[in-house]
C-alpha cells in the first residue's frame, strides 16, 4: 500500500480543522495531496493547507495540466485513500448520484483507493432523509463514513453535526490504510455484549459480557476492508465509526434484528452473551419486598443462533462458546446442534479470559474436525487471528 492520502475539503465552517487532519497526516509519515472546492477556499486560504502539506493544492479542473499528468487522473491513482474532512451534505448527495463537476468530485469518481467522508453540517440538514439515504447508499457502494459528534454547532444549534475529532479521524484512516483488505466486498454481522431481560421497570436478568470481544472483531473485520453490522446489547463502548451499528436490549431484541440482517450478510459471528432464559411476566409496577422469598418463573429465549442454522443458505456461520466445564464436548455439540461452521470455545475460568477483560484466551473448533488453540493474547489480536481462521475457510 502506497503512503498518499488525498484530502478534500468542503465548504463548511470545520475547514479549519481540515489544517489540523492535514498536519497529522503529514506528521504520521503519509504525503498529503489537499484539494479544495471553491466553497472551502471562502473559508480557509489555500496557502494554509500548501504550508502544511508542502505542495500545491488542487481547485482547479480546467488548469491546464504541469508535464502530461492530468490531476484528476494522476492524483485519484497515486491516492491510498481519498478523505473527505470536512465532508458538506452537497459532496455527499453529488458523489451518491455519481455527478463529477469539479476537481474533488471528479477524483472521487477516478479512484480505486477507499474514500471515507468525515461529515460535518447543520443537525437538520444532517437529519435530512435525502442526505440519510446517500449516505446508506453510499456505505452499501463500499465508501466509508466517520460519523460526526455531537455538541454544540457553529450555527448555535445543538446535536450532531460536529465534525468528529482530527486525531480520531486520522486515527480511524490509519487503521483503514495499514491493514490488509482481504474482506472487501463481504457483509459481516457480528453480535456482542450482554442482553437485559426486564423483570420490573427498574431491574433486569443480565450477565457480565462488557462487548470487548464482539466490539473487537467488528472492529477487525471492518479495517480489513468488511462491510459490519454490530448488533450489540448495552455497554459501556462507544460504536465504532464505519460500522452499522444496532443498539438492542433483551435476546427477543436481538433476535429481530438478526433474522432482518441475517439475508443481507455473508458470515455471521455471535460473541453476544444471549440469555437464554427472560422472566416469564415482566412487573408493570416495581416489584415490592415482601416477607418471604421471592419466586420468578423463566421463561426459555429462542436459540437466535439455533435458528440461523437452520435458515442458513450460503452464509459461514461462527459461534462463541462461554464454558466453566467440559470445553470440548460443550463446544462441539453447539457446533453441531446449532449447525455452525466454526465455533470459538472460550473457558471463562482461565484467568485473563473471558468476560469483562481486555484479554482472550481460546480454542477453535472447526467444522472440519480442526482444532486451533490460541494463547492468552489481547481481544484485538484475537479477532485478527479468528478472521484469519475464517479466510482459510473461505478464501
Ligand atoms: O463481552 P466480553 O466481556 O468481551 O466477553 C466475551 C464473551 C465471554 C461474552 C465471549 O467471548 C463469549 O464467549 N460469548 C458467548 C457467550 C455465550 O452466551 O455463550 P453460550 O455458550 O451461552 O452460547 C452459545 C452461542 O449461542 C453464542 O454464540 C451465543 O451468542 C448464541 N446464543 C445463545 C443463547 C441464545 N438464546 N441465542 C444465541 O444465539
Known sequence: MGRTVVLGITGGIAAYKGAEICRLLVKSGYKVRVIMTRAATSFVNPLTFETLSGGPVGMEMFKRPEGWEIQHISWAQEASCLLVAPATANIIGKTACGIADDLLSTTIMATPAPVVFAPAMNVEMYNNKIVQENMIRLKKLGFWFIEPDSGFLACGDQGRGRLAEPQAIVDFLLQVLEKKRDFAGQVFMITAGPTREPLDPIRYIGNYSSGKMGFALAE???????????????????????????????????????????????????????????????????????????????????????????????????????????????????????????????????PGAGFEVDTNQVKVFKRSGEVIEFPLMTKGDLADKILDEIKKIRP
Open 220 to 350: 477487525a473485520a471492518r479495517d480489513r476492508g468488511a462491510e459490519v453490522v454490530l448488533v450489540s446489547g448495552p455497554t459501556e463502548l462507544k460504536p465504532p465509526q464505519g460500522i452499522q451499528f444496532f443498539p438492542i436490549r433483551t435476546s427477543l431484541e436481538m433476535r429481530e434484528v438478526v433474522l432482518k440482517q441475517f439475508p443481507m450478510s455473508d458470515i455471521v459471528i455471535k460473541a453476544a452473551a444471549v440469555a437464554d432464559y427472560r422472566p416469564e411476566e415482566v412487573s408493570e409496577q416495581k416489584i415490592k419486598k415482601t416477607q418471604g422469598n421471592l419466586v420468578l418463573k423463566l421463561k426459555k429465549n429462542p436459540d437466535i443462533l439455533g435458528e440461523l442454522g437452520k435458515l442458513k443458505k450460503e452464509q459461514l456461520l461462527i459461534g462463541f462458546a462461554a464454558e466453566t466445564e467440559e470445553l470440548r464436548d460443550n463446544a462441539l455439540k453447539k457446533l453441531k446442534n446449532k449447525n455452525l461452521d466454526m465455533i470459538v470455545a472460550n473457558d471463562i475460568t482461565l
